[in-house]
């Protein structure tokens, strides 16, 4: 669609003019399809994190995993079913409208599969209240009430009469800050004493949970109401006399408060960095196999590459008879053993190329290339040089690591 869209502008292609015979509405259908599934893409991170977090304070294994995971999938397939919800205000087909408000709101239906299995793993579980976990149920509360606005816009006769207003800037912060960056906070604070060898502040991390929490319903809920009164989006002033000043001045507090939690969550990592408590490989007590390396790990991670034999392996161990690391691997060498994928059997071994700065150019270039399009298409001709020189030294043979190889071949 940018592709499309620079053409039109630089060299005159005519995808999205319709004076010659394009179409302005493509661009929405093209934008949409990769815009909608890219918001669920956005959380799915962030649900990862709540099922490596929940667990480890729940002290217990993920109930459901299998129909969590499922669930997931399926959101990823539905999510490319939906984009025409966000164009209920054109002439698309009333047909076609009521299909897209089904899709729209089956994918509620896997999204709250996942939601009830942490619930059941945190309802049956011994809860340990630490600042990771705090921030995970706040995801609970204020992501349910993303996808129960979302449920709301999901209908035509709704959302035709809300559509570009200031309740669709609540939704879409409801459900991205929700669902990506408090996960992303409990996962920061999680993984923190792992990355840096410290714990950061309990005290300081709470201050900043509940900052963080009361700051972002100030700021966001208010624009519900301002939606339903009328305010647009994507106009920056307003005449006076139409009584959304009060809730604008609110959501303005709101988000000072919300940024004021984001910086004590930063200080307290600049102090933690330097003046915190030492933190234990597993200080935390968790189940997954990051755990059972230093903190900070060793640029080896581990000594030898351990076995693993369920989702959370430091409670369960490996059974009796079982080994429970790999061996026979070369010592002065990126040797790694390749398993079969569906019952992790050893299948073969593979020798890693050595580090090399060559992808990092080579997304460098890239990007400079596509920036540079957008400003001349003769971008394309130059630009093309450096990503295909990079390219050739990333790929090209080495006799050495050959040479290696085959001996490590040989020896096996």
């Not at 729940?58 to 984009?83: C, D, E, K, Q």
């Not at 992303?184 to 792992?194: I, M, R, S, T």
């Not at 060559?358 to 990007?367: E, G, I, N, Q």
Request: charged content about 10%.
């Amino acid at each position: 669609a940018s592709t499309m869209m620079i053409m039109d502008r630089r060299i005159a292609r005519h995808f999205y003019n319709p004076g010659e015979g394009g179409d302005a509405l493509l661009w929405q259908h093209l934008f949409w399809f990769f815009g909608h599934p890219e918001v669920y893409l956005i959380f799915m991170p962030g649900l990862g994190f709540i099922s490596a977090i929940i667990p480890t304070f729940a002290r217990r294994p993920i109930f459901g995993y299998t129909a969590m995971v499922l669930s997931l999938v399926a959101t990823g397939f539905l999510a490319f079913g939906l984009w025409v919800h966000h164009m209920y205000a054109t002439n698309i087909p009333e047909l076609g409208k009521s299909f897209f408000t089904a899709a729209s709101i089956l994918i509620a239906i896997p999204t709250a599969t996942q939601i009830f299995c942490w619930i059941a793993t945190l309802w049956t579980g011994r809860l340990v209240f630490r600042t990771p976990l705090l921030f995970v149920l706040a995801f609970f509360a204020i992501l349910v009430i993303g996808g129960m606005t979302g449920l709301m816009l999901a209908s035509v006769s709704l959302d035709t009469q809300l559509h570009d207003s200031y309740f669709v800037v609540a939704h879409l912060h409801y459900v991205l800050i929700g669902g990506a960056v408090f996960p992303l906070f409990g996962a920061f604070y999680y993984w923190f004493p792992k990355f840096v060898g410290r714990l950061m502040s309990e005290r300081l991390g709470a201050w900043s949970f509940g900052l963080m929490f009361v700051g972002f319903h100030l700021a966001f809920f208010p624009m519900h109401l301002l939606g339903l009164q009328g305010m647009p989006r994507r106009v920056y002033t307003y005449p006076a006399g139409t009584g959304w000043d009060q809730l604008n001045l609110l959501s303005t507090l709101g988000a000072l408060t919300f940024a004021l939690g984001i910086a004590l969550t930063l200080v307290n990592a600049f102090v933690s960095a330097r003046r915190g408590a030492v933190a234990a490989a597993d200080p935390w007590g968790g189940g997954t196999l990051e755990w059972a390396t230093l903190s900070p790990p060793r640029m080896c991670n581990f000594e030898t590459v351990p076995v693993v034999h369920g989702r959370d392996p430091l409670w369960q161990g490996a059974p009796a008879g079982m080994p429970d690391h790999v061996s026979g691997l070369a010592a002065d060498a990126r040797e790694h053993l390749v398993t079969t994928v569906v019952d992790g059997r050893p299948d073969s071994r593979v020798l890693f190329p050595a580090p090399t700065p060559w992808p990092f150019v080579a997304a460098a270039a890239t990007t400079v290339l596509f920036v540079a399009s957008v400003f001349t298409p003769w971008a394309i001709v130059w630009g093309s040089v450096p990503v295909a020189v990079a390219l050739i030294a990333w790929f090209w043979p080495r006799h050495e690591e050959a040479a290696k190889a085959l001996a490590l071949e040989k020896k096996a």
